[in-house]
């Protein structure tokens, strides 16, 4: 069952387990509050275990770049809005994976790896993407990096 992400009141609700619970959280509000302010939708996530179809759809995408996270996945979601299909699956290590999978035939189709404040590169990404930072008040520093998606998902 998937739960809202409260972007007001940020929860560590669901990510417990991560060394970076509070930046993680704050990361997955900055999300939710992206999509409430763009495309006045609610990004609600659910367990990793119960989101499986969407894992494995994120998991063929990277395994075709040669990318196989470590880190356990904490919670996964995936919606669309407009046209284009995401997926976002959180964690434990405080990496934020999303897809963002145009439907049309003509359109932008990425990976998005963002890390939360206090984390680390993971060994599976430093040598493959540099990480710009940013800033959220909800979030802190983010680091961000990403690749264009080719072939059909």
């Known amino acids: 069952m ?3 992400v409260d972007f007001v009141n940020v929860s560590t609700a669901g990510l417990e ?3 970076v619970a509070p930046a993680l959280a704050g990361l997955r ?3 939710a509050r992206y999509f409430k302010n763009k495309y006045d939708h609610v990004f609600a996530v659910g367990p990793a275990a119960e989101e499986t179809e969407t894992l494995d759809w994120v998991n063929r ?3 075709d770049r040669d990318l196989f996270i470590a880190s356990p996945p904490l919670e996964v979601t995936e919606f669309e ?3 284009i299909r995401w997926a976002y699956v959180f964690y434990q290590s405080g990496l934020s994976i999303n897809v ?3 439907l049309g035939d003509a359109g932008k189709r990425a990976v998005g790896l963002k890390l939360s404040e206090g984390m680390e590169i993971p060994a ?3 040598d493959k993407f540099k ?3 940013q800033k959220s008040k909800l979030a802190g520093v983010i680091r961000g990096s990403f690749f264009v998606i080719k072939g059909e998902y």
Request: without cysteine; negative net charge; aromatic residues 8%.
């Open 17 to 19: 387990s991560s060394p």
């Open 124 to 126: 599976e990404l430093a």
């Open 61 to 63: 995408i990277l395994g």
């Open 29 to 31: 509000a900055n999300e």
């Open 100 to 102: 963002l999978y145009t």
């Open 2 to 4: 998937r739960t809202p």
């Open 131 to 133: 990480f710009a930072r």
């Open 81 to 83: 809005v407009e046209g």
